[in-house]
């Protein structure tokens, strides 16, 4: 499943925290928005991790997570230099 996932966090140390993390689970579209690529169990662990750690401010931060389709994903397009949207990239640890 793909996800969008964008986020507002006012703290600059959660905010570099949650972009680290988001880093391990897909790529950056723009300076807060990524792009993931998600099973349920992957998300659950995202969720749970972002939770845990209290990357978020429930009264002053978001983080939007935007389910996107295959036919969806397949109707995505950008104008620019990137690579398509959720295109698979190779990945190295």
Not at 34 to 42: A, D, G, I, Q
Not at 56 to 84: L, V, W
């Amino acid at each position: 499943m793909n996800y969008l996932i964008t986020y507002d966090i006012s703290d600059d140390k959660s905010r570099t925290k949650l972009s680290d993390l988001l880093d391990k689970y897909g790529y950056r579209a723009n300076y807060s928005v990524y792009e993931c690529e998600l099973n349920k169990t992957k998300l659950r662990g995202l969720l749970y991790q972002i939770e845990s750690q209290g990357l978020i401010d429930h009264k002053y931060d978001s983080i939007r997570f935007y389910h996107i389709c295959q036919n969806c994903t397949a109707k995505s397009f950008e104008i620019g230099r990137r690579p398509e949207p959720f295109e698979p990239r190779e990945m190295f640890i």
